[in-house]
């Protein structure tokens, strides 16, 4: 690529979804061992723009040492006669993209989440220097989004000030979300579809409405809109609504027909305030989960930063893995933090009601957003650790499963034969479209397959010990 002739390493979609293992990284940027990162786009005036100039604030590449990880910022600021602040949540979801075009870097997540890894062979190529990623950066940037005139970058790897500006990063961020509150799906007809995700998820789309915030919680409606506006081909677009089909689960004729388009065939239908049936689509990058807890008929959430175990005994990497890869998954959903603060967050299942266990950290940031009544029944982590504490917790509090639990008690009873009383009702504990199981030399595909279990048994491999109903 003539336009790259001094980067040491390749550049191009190719390596979209690239990813770098552990064992093959040179340094860590960022990531699930760093607190304090973030990606930041502001816009900004003309004079206050030196164009292309890389500033690196601490350490760079070279310094660095081997297989460590770094605290890590990465400020773009742009300026141009047409761009708007309207524009910063669209440019900054582009370092993503156009960083996963860089062979042997792997970008993964958004906003206060990113992760990056270097690769040995990259680095050994001569990829060693942030001014040399700043540069792609520039190019990229320019080509595909021409109204950006001027740009300048700053890479911040010193502990001290990523901190500084990580806070002044969240405070930007609350700000743009808080923007974007207040429209209702039903007030617009048109909502806006995002594939960026499908390197990593091949049959992804995320719907972006006003009040179904995409799943990494970085493009908003007004975002989309803008998106779309400014680059009609890129991988943010217009969908018309088309026909409302069910106004509770959130199905419109226009959504099905897009996601079916953009996703080859792969999905037909999406539900968008639901985790059952169609639900919207998981990439990878969602910022939390919501779970499906079968024991107490409610839903767990926990977000990526979540170091511990879940309520029902998995880690954020096990209940994520079981989410992703642009699926839809009854009762295994990707969100975004925003899109628990809107009235539509899982309204066709019950909404916060069916809500019943969330970390603490979480808590206190969609706290307001909770109805009243409810937020003293929702546990967390302090409250509960396994199913039994939290079966314990739900009753004490008359949290509004509890009445569910009595509902089915009484239609297991009316409708089960005497003789099949005693069998709890079977909950589907693995849906997939694609389920491949290997057995004796032959590999076997089940399609669209829905298992169900009396019983789930969760064993860890090493030890016996853990075993839950
Ligand atoms: S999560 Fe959705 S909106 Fe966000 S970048 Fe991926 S596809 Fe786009």
């Known amino acids: 690529m003539s336009m790259f002739k001094d980067i040491p390493v390749d550049v191009g979609v190719i390596y979209e ?4 293992r552990r064992k093959d990284m040179h340094v860590e940027l960022g990531g699930p061992d760093i607190k304090e990162k973030f990606e930041l786009a502001r816009v900004r005036k003309p004079e206050e723009i030196e164009d292309e100039k890389v500033t690196i604030i601490g350490p760079d590449i070279k310094d660095m040492k081997e297989n460590g990880s770094y605290p890590f910022g990465i400020l773009v600021e742009v300026a141009g006669e047409k761009l708007e602040q309207e524009l910063e949540g669209v440019i900054e979801r582009r370092i993503h993209a156009y960083c996963n075009f860089i062979e042997g870097l792997m970008h993964l997540n958004q906003r206060y989440d990113i992760w990056l890894r270097l690769s040995k062979k990259s680095f050994q190529k001569g990829l060693n220097s942030f001014e040399l990623i700043g540069k792609v950066l520039f190019r990229l940037f320019k080509s595909e989004l021409p109204i950006i005139e001027k740009m300048q970058i700053t890479f911040i790897t010193d502990a001290g ?3 500084a500006l990580y806070d002044e990063a969240l405070q930007i961020y609350d700000a743009r979300d808080a923007k974007a509150r207040g429209l209702k799906d039903e007030e617009v007809d048109k909502f806006y579809g995002c594939i960026l995700c499908q390197s990593f998820a091949p049959t992804h789309v995320c719907v972006i409405t006003p009040q179904r915030y995409s799943n990494c919680g970085a493009i908003s409606w007004f975002d989309g809109r803008a998106a779309a506006s400014i680059d009609p081909k890129g991988p943010v677009f217009t ?7 069910d106004p509770v689960k959130g199905e419109f004729s226009g959504v099905n027909e897009v996601v079916k388009k953009k996703s080859l065939g792969e999905v037909t239908r999406v539900w968008l305030y639901t985790a059952f049936g169609y ?7 969602f910022e939390g989960v919501a779970f499906y807890i079968p024991e107490v008929d409610g839903f767990g959430i926990m977000h990526r930063g979540f170091k511990d175990i879940a309520v029902n005994g998995l880690p954020f990497s096990t209940v994520a893995d079981s989410t992703a890869g642009g699926r839809q998954i009854d009762g295994f959903h990707g969100i975004s933090i925003e899109y628990m603060r809107s009235p539509k967050f899982l309204s066709a299942d019950g909404g916060w009601s069916r809500v019943v266990w969330l970390p603490k950290e979480v808590k206190e940031r969609v706290k307001n957003f909770i109805p009243k009544e409810l937020v003293d029944k929702i546990a967390t982590e302090e409250e509960a650790k396994t199913i039994d504490e939290l079966k314990t917790f739900l009753k004490d509090h008359a949290h509004p499963v509890v009445e569910r639990w009595k509902e089915e008690a009484v239609a297991v009873e009316e409708a089960a034969p005497a003789e099949e009383r005693e069998e709890a009702p079977a909950m589907p504990v693995i849906t997939a479209s694609t ?3 290997a057995a004796g030399g032959f590999k076997i595909i089940l399609k669209d397959a829905k298992i169900y279990a009396k019983r789930v048994i969760i064993r860890q491999e090493k030890s016996e010990k853990t075993e839950k109903r």
């Open 17 to 20: 979804g690239e990813r770098i």
């Open 161 to 163: 000030k990523v901190k």
């Open 239 to 245: 969908i018309e609504k088309g026909e409302l089909i």
């Open 279 to 285: 639900p919207h689509t998981s990439c990878g990058c």
């Open 435 to 437: 389920l491949p199981i």
